[in-house]
């Protein structure tokens, strides 16, 4: 662990859940922060996340943070806490599928895609998220829906990461009004090059990974 750039973080993310981004990490690595009391952690693959969940501890909440393909839905089902990458219709009716067979709820955040300069990243555009949130609730009750999750733009301009943050919690907060906050309370949005903009605009979880891991300093 990089102990000096966790004291930073968490000095800066005060009452706002910290989500350990661990893919590509060692067994070892993600321990050193175990240790210090995060049980929050992020992967991205699902077959490295189901290859750390049984070497790691029991009560770590694992967050899949990446896209997801439906073949893997079935295999990561029982050990996932949270899905933060749910954006279409097909992928929630296979974890729909999946999690009756097992009698679990199944958090999920809905990945919005903010920063239309990023062609290949995923998510939905803001038009579609009320009408897939209503599909979602009508069509699938083992998916609890939490929150969003976004991303924001790559780019140098700090100026354009202000803009898409403050759009990203605009709509979080009207997605608050329409459906309550006991369901909308998790904004999971903030990585290592901009987590700091991102609790400016409100957000309640950081997803940090190369910060806390390497020396670099950003």
């Not at 290859?51 to 089902?77: A, C, M, Y």
């Not at 699938?140 to 759009?167: K, L, N, W, Y």
């Not at 006991?182 to 957000?203: K, N, P, V």
């Amino acid at each position: 662990m990089i102990e000096k750039h966790y004291k930073q973080i968490k000095e800066y993310a005060k009452n706002i859940d910290l989500c350990v981004v661990s893919k590509k990490r060692s067994i070892q690595e993600i321990q050193s922060y175990y240790d210090i009391g995060e049980r929050i952690f992020g992967e991205n693959r699902a077959d490295e996340f189901l290859i750390k969940t049984k070497q790691l501890p029991t009560d770590i909440s694992w967050q899949f943070i990446g896209h997801l393909q439906r073949n893997k839905v079935k295999e990561i089902l029982p050990y996932v806490s949270c899905i933060q990458s749910l954006d279409n219709i097909p992928l929630a009716r296979v974890i729909e599928k999946e999690a009756a067979k097992i009698s679990k709820k199944i958090n999920v955040l809905v990945e919005l895609h903010m920063a239309m300069e990023d062609t290949n990243k995923s998510g939905l555009n803001p038009d579609e998220v009320d009408d897939f949130i209503n599909t979602i609730m009508q069509e699938c009750p083992h998916i609890q829906i939490q929150g969003i999750m976004a991303m924001g733009p790559h780019t140098d301009s700090t100026e354009r990461i202000h803009e898409v943050f403050q759009q990203v919690n605009q709509i979080y907060q009207r997605l608050q009004n329409k459906f309550g906050t006991q369901m909308f309370h998790t904004l999971s949005m903030g990585m290592s090059h901009d987590y700091q903009i991102a609790i400016e605009h409100g957000s309640t979880m950081l997803r940090i990974g190369t910060y806390l891991f390497e020396e670099t300093e950003l």
